[in-house]
């Protein structure tokens, strides 16, 4: 599981690549923490690119769900995009497509995430 960091605007973006499981996921959550406490009312919105996911577990959808709960606290902006088929499905039978925003597209995220 790699994680890369790019800014446009007031928004970050990291783009997650590999697979979210077990074996990755303390790694994962681990390098999101220090984007997350910055994720707040004046700081930046976070965007999560799954265009490189290929699986995300219940231990994974563990850490996103602490995601949501500590920017949520935080008065902060977090949403997922690009979703692959197969972790999309895992995100409606979870339902963690009510969890987080998730947009087809980085673009239409990012577009949303601006203003």
Same mark, same amino acid.
């Given at each position: 599981?790699? +994680?890369?960091?790019?800014?446009? &605007?007031?928004?970050? =973006?990291?783009? *997650?690549?590999? !697979?979210?499981?077990?074996? %990755? $996921?303390?790694?994962?959550?681990?390098?999101?923490?220090?984007?997350?406490?910055?994720?707040?009312?004046?700081?930046?919105? +976070?965007?999560?690119?799954?265009? &490189?996911?290929?699986? =995300?577990?219940? *231990?994974?959808? !563990?850490?996103?769900?602490? %995601? $949501?709960?500590?920017?949520?606290?935080?008065?902060?902006?977090?949403?997922?995009?690009?979703?692959?088929?197969?972790?999309?499905?895992?995100?409606?039978?979870?339902?963690?497509?009510? =969890?987080?925003? *998730?947009?087809?597209?980085?673009?239409?995220?990012?577009?949303?995430?601006?203003?």
């Amino acid at each position: 599981m790699d +994680l890369v960091c790019s800014e446009i &605007g007031a928004v970050r =973006v990291l783009a *997650v690549q590999g !697979r979210i499981d077990h074996a %990755a $996921a303390a790694g994962f959550q681990e390098a999101l923490a220090p984007y997350l406490s910055a994720c707040g009312p004046e700081g930046y919105a +976070l965007l999560l690119d799954f265009a &490189g996911v290929e699986y =995300v577990s219940s *231990v994974g959808l !563990r850490v996103l769900m602490l %995601a $949501a709960k500590q920017v949520k606290a935080q008065n902060g902006r977090i949403a997922i995009a690009a979703l692959t088929p197969l972790v999309s499905e895992v995100f409606q039978i979870s339902r963690f497509d009510l =969890v987080f925003s *998730v947009f087809d597209t980085l673009d239409l995220a990012l577009v949303t995430l601006a203003s």
